[in-house]
């Protein structure tokens, strides 16, 4: 099946500075989708972007379909932007195949 | 009530009980999915239901058996668990198409002793 990689595994930051974060597939998608696991556990829906660019305040997304990834860029971070980031493709199975996640720290 | 509710939060359960997971989606889609999430792996898809049909049965053991009784509701029927099984349950809903776009519930914590 589809292998998704992202990466860095784990991040730590200052309160303000900028950030991206990488997800890479190994074969063409239909959807991908970014998500923010919060420490309680829900999942919130980041973006659903299988090409181009969005943006939704201080995230931006970019996917590269043709090169197999995608990119979340979070700018002036917030200690509540804490959390797991995960990157989820739809390929050829027909069934959202998730990432490992990036572990985010935002320190005050 | 808004989005993919699932209860209960928690929950702990013996080997020899059992239970059930409940989910409810108010977004008006019409596919219901069951994910788990054990620790430091990836989240795995168990079961989809789309308008109200099994279609999609990851290999899961038979100790975990779902039910959709309509397009609004979800459930995951727990017994004879194993300690194994521990994880966070993750229920998730969709419009019926591909490729879908998933909005998940809050999950259920589960502990198996």
């Known amino acids: 099946g589809i292998q998704v990689e992202q990466s860095p595994p784990d991040l730590i930051l200052q309160e303000g500075a900028n950030s991206t974060l990488r997800c890479n597939f190994s074969?063409?998608?239909?959807?991908l989708q970014w998500f923010h696991q919060n420490p309680w556990g829900q999942l919130i829906n980041l973006f659903y972007i299988p090409s181009g660019t969005k943006q939704n305040g201080r995230l931006s997304a970019t996917t590269v379909a043709t090169e197999r990834y995608s990119l979340l860029y979070i700018s002036s971070s917030q200690t509540t932007d804490s959390g797991v980031y995960f990157c989820a493709v739809w390929g050829s199975a027909r069934q959202l195949t998730f990432g490992s996640g990036t572990q985010l720290t935002v320190l005050p | 009530e808004t989005g993919v509710t699932q209860t209960p939060r928690h929950l702990v359960m013996g080997m020899t009980n059992k239970k059930s997971l409940k989910c409810e989606q108010h977004?008006?889609?019409?596919?219901m999915y069951w994910y788990k999430q054990s620790a430091k792996k990836p989240l795995e898809l168990m079961f989809v239901y789309s308008l109200e049909e099994r279609v999609e049965n990851n290999s899961v053991p038979s100790r975990f058996s779902p039910e959709c009784p309509n397009s609004s509701h979800l459930f995951l029927h727990l017994h004879t668990l194993q300690p194994e099984d521990s994880a966070l349950y993750l229920c998730a809903s969709s419009y019926q198409g591909t490729p879908p776009e998933l909005f998940f519930g809050s999950g259920t914590q589960l502990s198996v002793l």
């Open positions: 074969d063409s998608v239909n959807n």
């Open positions: 977004l008006g889609h019409n596919a």
